[in-house]
């Protein structure tokens, strides 16, 4: 979701960055059954899985993550908009945003369940073009900036009959939640399938103001990702199928991402994008694939094993860039929007 937390990470990328996100944490909102009224069936019943119970929901879990025959590679993709969200002006198509991740599944140290590890790699691109941007034209700063793609490795998540615990960043995130049966937020209408999850964090900010002046947008980071997938019901009843395709929706609020230098300019970036889960890399740009190729090769193979800290694209910049220089000491901040009466 920067993990993503997608992604975070429900689906199998996005969330983290957020992609991961891909590990988003489902609110539990409980099972619905029954026959709706189109006629369509609604239960979540099946004959293979029941998506009523935690570990029918860890199983159909994991076969959208990943692969559980824990050998296969799933692919997650993600493409769409990062905009800007101001007070006091409309909201901003700022620059597109495309890549991809690429997960396994490990088995569970307590028996059941799994290790899902993944790492994801994310392009910003041209509005019009589609071209993957090394630098930028930031319009409220009428300055151009270098751009840093997310690279994240890893990404990593459990897959067990409980919801996950929150996401830790490092260290940074502290919070601490019950244990709770595993109960995703499903709907079904026949053979189709849907699935929301969204994660909401509020926690200590890796690139601190007095350390990134114009890269930190505060002191702490409110992280939001949210996804909705759409299923077919016969491929998660297939006992057959240790993998299961998803595509749909994945959203990320997210403070200004610290390459655009807006310092403590009030707002944040907001992600809109389509996103998938899947068996291979086809649905991704080709252009996409061959620049990763040139630059980022390791990310088309999973990793092979469970490896510390987890951090989103925000604890990685704070690893591994540096705070940009001041001229004269001021951190530059956008000028207000004019009103328009």
């Known amino acids: 979701m920067q993990r993503r937390d997608f992604m975070m990470a429900g689906a199998a990328g996005a969330s983290s960055l957020v992609l991961g996100s891909a590990a988003a944490h489902a609110h539990n909102h409980g099972p619905k059954s029954g026959t709706g009224s189109s006629g369509l069936e609604t239960s979540l019943k099946g004959d293979f899985l029941d998506l009523t119970t935690p570990d029918g929901n860890r199983e159909a879990d994991a076969r959208i993550n990943g692969n559980t025959d824990m050998t296969s590679t799933k692919y997650g993709w ?3 908009i990062v905009h800007g969200v101001r007070p006091n002006e409309p909201v901003r198509d700022l620059i597109g945003f495309t890549g991809f991740s690429a997960a396994k599944l490990l088995p569970h140290e307590n028996g059941t369940g799994y290790r899902k590890v993944l790492r994801e790699v994310g392009y910003y691109s041209d509005l019009e073009t589609g071209e993957i941007l090394e630098t930028w034209e930031n319009p409220y700063l009428n300055e151009k900036v270098r751009v840093v793609p997310i690279a994240n490795d890893p990404f990593n998540i459990t897959i067990t009959s409980f919801l996950p615990p929150a996401p830790t ?3 940074l995130n502290t919070e601490k939640r019950d244990l ?3 109960q ?3 709907e079904r209408e026949g053979d189709k399938l849907r699935l929301a999850r969204r994660i909401n964090l509020f926690y200590p900010a890796a690139l601190q103001p007095d350390k990134w002046p114009r890269e930190s947008s505060g002191k702490f980071n409110r992280v939001s990702e949210m996804f909705l997938y759409h299923l077919d019901w016969n491929e998660m009843q297939d006992p057959t199928k240790t993998s299961v395709e998803a595509q749909g929706v994945w ?3 997210t403070p ?3 390459w655009m230098l807006m310092g403590p300019t009030p707002g944040h970036c907001f992600y809109s994008c389509f996103f998938g889960a899947v068996d291979s890399l086809d649905m991704v740009d080709p252009k996409v694939l061959e620049y990763a190729a040139k630059h980022h090769p390791k990310y088309f193979e999973a990793p092979e094993t469970w490896e510390e800290p987890s951090l989103s694209s925000l604890e990685w910049y704070a690893r591994e860039q540096t705070p940009a220089p001041l001229v004269d ?4 901040v956008a000028p207000e929007p004019k009103l328009p009466f």
């Open 78 to 80: 993600y493409k769409g």
């Open 169 to 171: 960043y490092g260290g």
């Open 180 to 182: 709770i049966p595993k």
């Open 184 to 186: 995703l937020n499903w």
């Open 251 to 253: 959203n990320r609020i």
């Open 256 to 258: 200004w991402l610290p």
């Open 329 to 332: 000491g001021i951190v530059p």
